[in-house]
């Protein structure tokens, strides 16, 4: 039988958050699931925990890695076992309200979308709940406009970030061979333009859906709370993968163009906010050393953009 959602959760040392974050779906009100727990060779003790959920509730499956390959691939082999009609993400250090799971499936399927987004709270110290501004900002936005179908709004409205305050059709993914990028951080940017750009119908949600997990392990942070080299080289194969994906799919009758460099430019506004992040060890390899190869090619693939756009105009 066909589950109404799979949730896809890939972990790798999240053991002190883990049962938390599967116990909020444990729990959910909306119990037609199915969870696919992908353990990316994780060395903690995450697998005991794993064990233990898919021993207790059948809902639960796992899918394991023999190597670590990285939030991207293993949410992507989450994608390859999941069933449900409609798929999301959490993250192993994040958790869901009980409820959120029904909000989005009855929002989703009842206004026959492609793409439902929701409100994210950090949960912080003590468990104090602050709003995600960038996320917050949006919904607000969002919910203000004058459109029933968010994929109307203008390109510069667009939402581009967490894929984990989402849920999709998952025939979104499958019509369009949608997956997200593999071996890099913040591998959520390319994949909600593709699911944007793919899209016939999105709308938002005045609800809560997410708990993202602040850690205070300075020796195991987030993507998110992650300034290294490899974050901000990371950019660079980011800003090519949507460069390759504008060339090959930009129409004249399409708004892919549009969507690229707003993209394109949100990227580089918070590259350069992640700059100010950089701790001074490492500011001689990054800002001087990294930061101007980085500026070049960025400035390249916008001219090479608009120029492409100026071509297709010519055609029209």
Known sequence: MIPLVTVIVPVYKTEEYLRASLNSLLLQTLTDIQVVVVNDCSPDNSKFIIEEFVGKDE??????????????????????????????FLDSDDS???????????????????????????????????????????????????????????????????ATNQMFKRNLFISNDVEFMEGVYHEDIPLTLETWFYAKKIIAINSIILYRTIRQNENNLSATQTFNIKAFKDREEIITYVHNFCLKYARINNDLIFLTLEILQRINATTEYMLLSVKEENRNEIVKGWYPGYLKMYNFIINDIKTLNLELEALA
Not at 147 to 158: A, D, G, K, M, Q
């Open 59 to 88: 809902r639960f499956e796992v899918v394991n890695h023999s190597i670590n390959k990285g939030v991207g691939a293993a949410r992507n082999s989450g994608l390859k076992k999941a069933r449900g009609e409609y798929i999301t």
């Open 96 to 162: 869901y309200p009980l409820d959120a799971l029904q909000r989005m499936y009855d929002a989703i399927r009842y206004s026959d979308a492609d793409v439902v987004l929701g409100r994210m709270y950090e949960k912080g110290t003590g468990g104090k709940l602050t709003p995600v501004n960038y996320i917050e900002n949006k919904i607000n936005e969002f919910l203000k406009l004058p459109y029933t179908n968010l994929r109307e709004i203008p390109v510069v409205n667009f939402y581009c970030g967490s």
